[in-house]
């Protein structure tokens, strides 16, 4: 997968016209020239924030790679910012994807608290888009809340305000 991710990015950027030198100039030196073709040869996976400066240099919507960026990401950390990334940015259908599939990894994992938190951002989404919680969402939360840990309420909270 990485490899066909990174393929993509290496035929977007020729038929741009650009070279990596020129494509990583674009991005004011944020990234080396060896750091991209990693990516381009499926080596390594870029953060959120590289794969911005990428769309942004190939002159693209910002949400061009997100669909197969991920697919090929299963870290909870980079998936929560993705997630929140895309909410700011008023994708609510990418930020319940991404959502759901930590739902899914944390269910995996039998990690509940995480669930309540994925539950409590998938609220606040639905909310901005005028839609009520669903009741098995409720029930979820109402039933399992307790198991929440310090940090995993503050994080919930601090979601709720922000």
Same mark, same amino acid.
């Given at each position: ?6 393929? !993509? ?7 741009? /016209? ?9 991005? #004011? ?7 991209? @073709? %990693? +990516?381009? &040869? @499926?080596?390594?996976?870029?953060? +959120? #924030? ?17 669909e197969d960026y991920?697919?090929?990401?299963? #870290? !909870?950390?980079?998936?929560? #910012? ?16 991404i959502t759901n599939?930590? +739902? !899914?990894?944390?269910?995996? %994992?039998?990690?509940? @608290?995480? =669930? ?7 609220? +606040?989404? /639905? !909310?901005?888009? @005028?839609?009520?919680?669903?009741? &098995? ?22 979601? =709720?305000?922000?």
């Open positions: 997968m990485r490899k066909k991710f990174g393929r !993509k990015l290496l035929l977007l950027r020729k038929a741009r /016209g650009l070279s990596q030198d020129e494509l990583c100039a674009n991005v #004011d030196q944020q990234l080396t020239k060896a750091a991209y @073709g %990693k +990516i381009e &040869r @499926g080596i390594s996976l870029p953060k +959120i #924030d590289t794969l911005d400066l990428i769309t942004d240099a190939l002159s693209l919507d910002y949400s061009y790679f997100y991920l697919k090929l990401v299963h #870290d !909870k950390k980079t998936l929560s #910012d993705f997630a929140w990334r895309c909410a700011r940015m008023k994708n609510y259908t990418l930020a319940r994807k599939k930590r +739902i !899914k990894l944390a269910k995996k %994992k039998k990690e509940r @608290g995480e =669930v309540i938190v994925c539950l409590f951002d998938l609220i +606040i989404w /639905g !909310k901005q888009e @005028g839609r009520a919680p669903s009741s &098995r969402s409720l029930e979820y939360l109402s039933s399992h809340f307790h198991l929440l840990s310090q940090e995993q309420m503050k994080e919930c909270f601090q979601n =709720v305000f922000m």
